[in-house]
T-cell receptor, first 116, second 112 residues
Framework: EAQVTQNPRYLITVTGKKLTVTCSQN?????MSWYRQDPGLGLRQIYY???????DKGDVPEGYKVSRKEKRNFPLILESPSPNQTSLYFC???????????????FGPGTRLTVL | KNQVEQSPQSLIILEGKNCTLQ??????????LRWYKQDTGRGPVSLTI?????NTKSNGRYTATLDADTKQSSLHITASQLSDSASYIC???????????FGQGTTLQVKP
């Protein structure tokens, strides 16, 4: 089954304790991206990757790191989490069409992170 | 600045009624605009994509339109069902980069 998986689904942590949220897709997609969703603000892009070893900042990259060492995986790293990073996080992947980014994105189930 | 703005912010309708959601975009250069449906607590799912050459596209009871002159897209839902209750999000690529611009979404509630 084609899917994007995220782990963990729920996480409660404390300020400053490094954490990693994993994202994996089995569709051989070139493009992967991380988003956060907060009430009243909609989805905001954190980082994206057009292919292996190619990553770039989205609209809200501060406080986050990513890496793309393999095509299927795109982990999101919070080196020193703070309470303002409490949010619902989504990972997504898509192929890259002739017109560039814009093919259907497949979203993971989400990770609800609480930073105390 | 590339932007996608949606209206209304929220909408309540009775089951069986029709409704139209709006998306205004200032994404340049324009390549496509996509509508997603997001159920509460779940990831968005693509409904349809509008490219520059298309002005209408249907997916079941969902019909999207695109007016490239006014830079507006609309999503029309016909004969609404309770399962249509969700957020509807309009998304466009920011030029030729990998960035995507998301609207804030319209929250639709369909009541019996």
């Amino acid at each position: 089954e084609a899917q994007v998986t995220q782990n963990p689904r729920y996480l409660i942590t404390v300020t400053g304790k490094k954490l990693t949220v994993t994202c994996s897709q089995n569709m051989n997609h070139e493009y992967m991206s991380w988003y956060r969703q907060d009430p009243g603000l909609g989805l905001r892009q954190i980082y994206y990757s057009m292919n292996v070893e190619v990553t770039d900042k989205g609209d809200v990259p501060e406080g986050y790191k990513v890496s793309r060492k393999e095509k299927r995986n795109f982990p999101l790293i919070l080196e020193s989490p703070s309470p303002n990073q409490t949010s619902l996080y989504f990972c997504a992947s898509s192929s890259v069409g002739l017109a560039g980014v814009g093919d259907t994105q497949y979203f993971g189930p989400g990770t609800r992170l609480t930073v105390l | 600045k590339n932007q996608v703005e949606q209206s209304p912010q929220s909408l309540i309708i009775l089951e069986g009624k029709n409704c139209t959601l709006q998306c205004n975009y200032t994404v340049s250069p324009f390549s496509n605009l996509r509508w997603y449906k997001q159920d509460t607590g779940r990831g968005p799912v693509s409904l349809t994509i509008m490219t520059f050459s298309e002005n209408t596209k249907s997916n079941g009871r969902y019909t999207a339109t695109l007016d490239a002159d006014t830079k507006q897209s609309s999503l029309h839902i016909t004969a609404s069902q309770l399962s249509d209750s969700a957020s509807y999000i309009c998304v466009g690529p920011s030029g030729n980069t990998g960035k995507l611009i998301f609207g804030q979404g319209t929250t639709l509630q369909v009541k019996p």
